[in-house]
């Protein structure tokens, strides 16, 4: 790895009443045509990287993303760089994944003369980055169909002691998803099963899966149907209904919940497994049509049976919003997406145990769109007249919804973070091919946890009783811990502050203490920061220069 400076420093910083130590590592630059880097797994001795960048897909049209593997030590320097261009000839990257004491590299294969695309792994040598074996085959799908297309996701399952594949092929008209369950060895634990469901494949989209630990699946999807009056095509279809449903280890139907229930309707929803109990996180909205949130539902299943054991629900008011000041901010996009008040746009983030067997959740409204602009030159006095258009991905994270839910399923309390930040990336010009312009929908398949946003979003450390939040925002907010009447919206992320927003667990209570200014190194990517014990290693990236570095803030 190149290095371009070799300074290592710490700060430390009291602040209410903790005293945190923030260490940077080496900066050093991506590889060229690296599009980010993110920390996949930390432990006391070692820290593994991923660079991601992309290459010509192996296997039909396009691009892939593929990866390298950066290890550092504890003191984050370097070990080694990996990349797998040889060894995944005839391949396309899917992900590296841990799990127990191994490091298993997943890649995509497909033989044409079975027209067959296959799943492949192989462990790595945590210590060198080297293959330990050879590729051994996982799963393949028949690709022989028109048009097939397979989507395919990788997870731990709850007790993360299993490896559960995901998989459905698009192409076909009626859903079908298939799972297959492996321990860290590789090895199937029973049979791949599939589960479907009644319907069309373009009016139904998977939003959450659970593997639960006991060998059931639990589904949650996305009703849509075409607007009244319109002709059936994808721009036309509009959300309608959740549908939530148990399976048996053999994709047999074990129940169907009712989603809508007293006149509520749900329009956002998590499942987690705790215990032996699986959670049902929801905002609802009072009208059918789904355009605002009104209130927060809590339900608590058994998975086994999935007999619902208690539900609450919490009413949601506008006097929880802030208002925004875009202050002098040019763009028209970025004032767009802020006259929502309480939109149904809720996205579910992080979810954690408290001590009283309850349950901190973690909510933040968030809009991803794809927007194109056209400017036009010339034309005048008879010359030529040229329109170029660029195309955008648009990043909108704003308030932080934080709940606590008793063990009981009561709501004890609800506690508002008001929050402005955007963030847009450059996507190409005139020759870009991509989705359409509009607000994008997020699949199980296509999670919202990928590398972008960059620099918005927050990350925790949590301890026992305190839950530590941290976010870049702009310096005017930084005492903003409630609603208040106005607040300063933050679209130069590498000019904000790193705040720390420290919340006890059981009252609710908020307090705000700033870290460091990112104008000083590279900025800090919270959201994707990754934990060891009270620990958080992050990314830091100056994204005029290219440059990187890996920090360490430790309570």
Request: some cysteine; overall charge neutral; proline content about 2%.
């Given at each position: 790895?190149?290095?371009?400076?070799?300074?290592?420093?710490?700060?430390?910083?009291?602040?209410?009443?903790?005293?945190?130590?923030?260490?940077?590592?080496?900066?050093?630059?991506?590889?060229?045509?690296?599009?980010?880097?993110?920390?996949?797994?930390?432990?006391?001795?070692?820290?593994?990287?991923?660079?991601?960048?992309?290459?010509?897909?192996?296997?039909?049209?396009?691009?892939?993303?593929?990866?390298?593997?950066?290890?550092?030590?504890?003191?984050?320097?370097?070990?080694?760089?990996?990349?797998?261009?040889?060894?995944?000839?005839?391949?396309?990257?899917?992900?590296?994944?841990?799990?127990?004491?191994?490091?298993?590299?997943?890649?995509?294969?497909?033989?044409?003369?079975?027209?067959?695309?296959?799943?492949?792994?192989?462990?790595?040598?945590?210590?060198?980055?080297?293959?330990?074996?050879?590729?051994?085959?996982?799963?393949?799908?028949?690709?022989?169909?028109?048009?097939?297309?397979?989507?395919?996701?990788?997870?731990?399952?709850?007790?993360?002691?299993?490896?559960?594949?995901?998989?459905?092929?698009?192409?076909?008209?009626?859903?079908?998803?298939?799972?297959?369950?492996?321990?860290?060895?590789?090895?199937?634990?029973?049979?791949?099963?599939?589960?479907?469901?009644?319907?069309?494949?373009?009016?139904?989209?998977?939003?959450?899966?659970?593997?639960?630990?006991?060998?059931?699946?639990?589904?949650?999807?996305?009703?849509?149907?075409?607007?009244?009056?319109?002709?059936?095509?994808?721009?036309?279809?509009?959300?309608?209904?959740?549908?939530?449903?148990?399976?048996?280890?053999?994709?047999?139907?074990?129940?169907?919940?009712?989603?809508?229930?007293?006149?509520?309707?749900?329009?956002?929803?998590?499942?987690?497994?705790?215990?032996?109990?699986?959670?049902?996180?929801?905002?609802?909205?009072?009208?059918?049509?789904?355009?605002?949130?009104?209130?927060?539902?809590?339900?608590?299943?058994?998975?086994?049976?999935?007999?619902?054991?208690?539900?609450?629900?919490?009413?949601?008011?506008?006097?929880?919003?802030?208002?925004?000041?875009?202050?002098?901010?040019?763009?028209?996009?970025?004032?767009?997406?802020?006259?929502?008040?309480?939109?149904?746009?809720?996205?579910?983030?992080?979810?954690?145990?408290?001590?009283?067997?309850?349950?901190?959740?973690?909510?933040?409204?968030?809009?991803?769109?794809?927007?194109?602009?056209?400017?036009?030159?010339?034309?005048?006095?008879?010359?030529?007249?040229?329109?170029?258009?660029?195309?955008?991905?648009?990043?909108?994270?704003?308030?932080?919804?934080?709940?606590?839910?008793?063990?009981?399923?009561?709501?004890?309390?609800?506690?508002?973070?008001?929050?402005?930040?955007?963030?847009?990336?450059?996507?190409?010009?005139?020759?870009?091919?991509?989705?359409?312009?509009?607000?994008?929908?997020?699949?199980?398949?296509?999670?919202?946890?990928?590398?972008?946003?960059?620099?918005?979003?927050?990350?925790?450390?949590?301890?026992?009783?305190?839950?530590?939040?941290?976010?870049?925002?702009?310096?005017?907010?930084?005492?903003?811990?409630?609603?208040?009447?106005?607040?300063?919206?933050?679209?130069?992320?590498?000019?904000?502050?790193?705040?720390?927003?420290?919340?006890?667990?059981?009252?609710?209570?908020?307090?705000?203490?700033?870290?460091?200014?990112?104008?000083?190194?590279?900025?800090?990517?919270?959201?994707?920061?990754?934990?060891?014990?009270n620990s958080m290693y992050i990314v830091g990236k100056d994204s005029r220069r290219s440059k990187v570095v890996v920090g360490k803030l430790t309570l």
């Amino acid at each position: 790895m190149k290095r371009t400076l070799s300074t290592l420093f710490c700060c430390s910083i009291l602040a209410a009443g903790y005293s945190q130590t923030m260490t940077w590592g080496d900066e050093f630059k991506l590889r060229k045509g690296s599009t980010d880097l993110s920390v996949i797994k930390a432990d006391a001795s070692d820290i593994f990287l991923e660079e991601s960048h992309d290459v010509r897909a192996t296997f039909g049209p396009g691009v892939r993303q593929s990866a390298i593997l950066v290890k550092l030590d504890a003191n984050m320097h370097e070990v080694f760089r990996k990349e797998f261009d040889h060894e995944m000839k005839g391949k396309d990257f899917e992900q590296f994944f841990f799990i127990e004491n191994k490091l298993y590299l997943f890649a995509e294969g497909y033989e044409k003369r079975d027209r067959t695309q296959i799943l492949y792994a192989v462990e790595l040598d945590k210590n060198s980055g080297n293959l330990k074996g050879d590729w051994q085959q996982v799963y393949s799908w028949d690709m022989s169909a028109k048009g097939a297309d397979v989507e395919v996701r990788i997870t731990p399952n709850a007790d993360t002691s299993r490896i559960v594949i995901a998989s459905t092929n698009t192409a076909r008209t009626q859903n079908s998803f298939e799972i297959l369950v492996l321990d860290a060895n590789l090895k199937a634990a029973g049979k791949a099963f599939t589960i479907t469901n009644e319907f069309d494949a373009k009016t139904y989209q998977l939003e959450d899966f659970i593997y639960s630990t006991s060998g059931n699946s639990m589904l949650v999807g996305r009703v849509y149907d075409y607007e009244e009056g319109k002709k059936k095509k994808e721009k036309n279809l509009v959300f309608t209904n959740y549908d939530i449903r148990i399976y048996d280890n053999q994709g047999k139907q074990i129940k169907a919940l009712t989603t809508d229930i007293d006149g509520k309707f749900l329009v956002s929803s998590k499942l987690i497994q705790v215990n032996k109990q699986v959670i049902l996180a929801a905002y609802y909205s009072n009208e059918k049509k789904r355009r605002q949130i009104n209130g927060m539902l809590i339900e608590r299943i058994d998975p086994v049976t999935g007999n619902i054991l208690g539900t609450t629900k919490k009413e949601l008011t506008n006097s929880l919003i802030a208002d925004s000041d875009d202050g002098d901010e040019k763009s028209s996009r970025k004032k767009k997406d802020d006259d929502d008040g309480l939109a149904a746009n809720l996205v579910f983030r992080n979810v954690y145990e408290t001590p009283d067997n309850g349950l901190v959740i973690l909510s933040e409204q968030y809009t991803d769109q794809i927007v194109t602009t056209s400017s036009t030159v010339g034309g005048m006095n008879g010359s030529a007249r040229t329109t170029f258009n660029d195309t955008y991905e648009d990043y909108t994270s704003r308030d932080m919804y934080i709940s606590k839910i008793s063990a009981q399923g009561n709501i004890d309390w609800l506690e508002v973070l008001p929050k402005r930040q955007w963030e847009s990336i450059t996507l190409g010009g005139s020759s870009y091919t991509g989705m359409a312009a509009g607000t994008q929908t997020v699949s199980y398949f296509k999670p919202t946890t990928s590398g972008r946003p960059f620099y918005s979003g927050f990350g925790c450390i949590p301890e026992t009783n305190t839950l530590h939040i941290f976010f870049n925002d702009d310096v005017k907010n930084a005492d903003v811990t409630g609603p208040v009447k106005k607040i300063r919206m933050i679209s130069d992320l590498g000019i904000s502050d790193c705040f720390h927003l420290k919340l006890d667990i059981m009252t609710g209570k908020l307090t705000r203490t700033s870290l460091f200014s990112n104008k000083k190194t590279p900025t800090a990517m919270p959201r994707l920061g990754v934990i060891f014990n009270n620990s958080m290693y992050i990314v830091g990236k100056d994204s005029r220069r290219s440059k990187v570095v890996v920090g360490k803030l430790t309570l």
